[in-house]
């Protein structure tokens, strides 16, 4: 499984549903295309890692690190089901706490957790198959930092897909 992120306006063209907003962003395979390029971000296979990296559990956590990649509501069972992607909606109250906790947790201080063999125990997925070097995530997590902060500066929801691996 692949992971990408879409920052949007939390209200987009007068649409309050989460589920139909994602129908409408979602519903061409082209859509990273048709989105600014700033507002996308692929993680490609390296999000649950990260997660990882980020509450010290390949799934669960608490917010806001949690919400930082697998938190939020999965609109999936919400109705978006016919996109043939996972899709989970997190609200810009939630985006905030989250950015600010990127903002405030250097990955430094994450880097005592990259220890492949215990990520590969714990189910983690592709563990087995990322660098040795613990800085090799830190780009991605720095990317996850700029984007979150992005989004909460201008009030914007972000949308989590799940896709599979081409």
Not at 64 to 88: F, M, Q, W
């Amino acid at each position: 499984m692949a992971m990408s992120y879409l920052r949007v306006p939390p209200v987009l063209e007068g649409e309050r549903d989460p589920a139909a907003i994602a129908r409408l962003l979602f519903g061409a395979a082209d859509w990273r295309r048709k989105n600014p390029a700033a507002s996308v971000l692929d993680l490609g296979g390296t999000w649950q890692a990260l997660h990882y990296l980020i509450t010290g559990d390949p799934w669960d956590g608490r917010p806001p690190e949690s919400d930082v990649v697998c938190g939020g509501r999965l609109l999936t069972e919400d109705g978006a089901g016919e996109l043939g992607v996972d899709v989970i909606y997190l609200a810009p109250d939630r985006v905030k706490p989250a950015a600010d906790h990127l903002a405030s947790t250097p990955y430094g201080d994450l880097a005592d957790r990259y220890d492949r063999a215990a990520m590969a125990a714990a189910g983690v997925q592709d563990a087995d198959a990322l660098k040795p070097e613990p800085r090799s995530l830190q780009p991605a997590y720095d990317g996850l930092g700029r984007f979150f902060q992005a989004a909460s500066d201008e009030g914007q929801a972000i949308y989590k897909v799940m896709t599979d691996r081409a």
